[in-house]
């Protein structure tokens, strides 16, 4: 199988894996437990929690622990409206489900919500997000990169101009987090996923910064300081923590590797196959190309190319039997019909030369096939 799906999630790491089974075997106590064997995970924790501040840029008491990066977008955006007075959140057109639709959620209890869109390249700029705020907005979010196109954004800028105005600025850093260096200086609020990274699935990280107002999302023990209820999966946060640290130190060397890999597809993609565009401009992740075939159905390709072993995505969603194109290359300006002929290939560290060459030649006859057929 040739796996280009790396924004969709990654593969566990061995060593990540190779940290986490002993809290997983006979290191199974509860981290709350007051006993030795609750103690050894209590200490798990919070090394991990020291780890990942560390990584982060900031302190092991502005961390905590979330079920994922849906959970950090959900808990930072209704966290922190129900901590505020005003009733106006302005949140990027381009940003993931998570905030989107918490925004929506919100619209049933009285807010008023502002989707603040992108250039056409797929980039939030500074002004628009000026545009968007109010006197009563108390909430923004505007993401780091796309996780759709990759396409980075202004985030430093962005953060400055909310934190001038006293806007809360949540920043989900879920597809740049052990990438690029997380902008925890620039915002109130970020959050990264451990699955995007080669840690474990259904566990994230809520960065919240020190003094930042946030109510609690989800109610019950003392667990993250009494912010974030439920048992703490010990030997997924070590995991998280163990995938990090790996992560960012081979940074360099991983995001030099795959760009090349992704720029010498992109290259060869655009110039042998015709009618094919890329989408989103601008400084880009490493991994993603995300580009649209004329005359074709992204359905279709990703299932041709399914055939043959080898995975890619679509940004579109079903809903009701019918498929939808992308809201975030719609928002850009896209045709629906160039909308719905995009795919997305995200590399990652394990790809090779090799399948390169085999995705560019099977995209080649799947673009053929699906052309002829119409
Ligand atoms: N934010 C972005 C940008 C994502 O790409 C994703 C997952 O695809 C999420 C949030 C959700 O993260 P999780 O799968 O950990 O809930």
Sequence with gaps: MIYLDHAATTPLDERVLEAMLPYLKQNFGNASSQYALGRLSANAVISARDTIAELLGCRAEEVYFTSGGTEAGNWAL??????????????????????IESARDMQKFGYEVTFIQPDKDGVITPSAVENALRQDTVFCAVMHANNETGVIQPVEEIGRLLNERGVFYYCDCVQTAGVLPVPAAYCDALGISA???????????????????????????????????????????VGCAKALQLAVASADENNARVSALRDNFVKRALAEIEGAYLNG????????????????????????????????????????GAVTPSHVLLSMGLTESRAKSAVRFTFGRNNTEEETEEVLSALKSAVNNIRKVK
Aim: positive net charge.
């Design 281 to 320: 401009g601008g400084g880009k992740l490493p991994s993603h190309a995300n580009i649209s075939f004329d005359g074709c159905d992204g359905e279709n390709l990703l299932f041709l190319l399914d055939m043959k072993g080898i995975a890619v995505s679509t940004g579109s969603a079903c809903s009701a």
């Design 78 to 99: 209704k966290g922190a409206c129900a901590a505020a007075n005003g009733k106006h959140i302005a949140v990027s057109a381009i940003e993931h489900p998570a905030l």
């Design 195 to 237: 699955h995007k990274f080669y840690g474990p699935v259904g566990f994230g990280v809520l960065y919240v910064k020190k003094g930042a107002k946030i109510k609690r999302f989800i109610s019950g023990g003392m667990q993250e300081r009494g912010l974030r209820g439920g048992t703490t999966n010990t030997a997924a946060a």
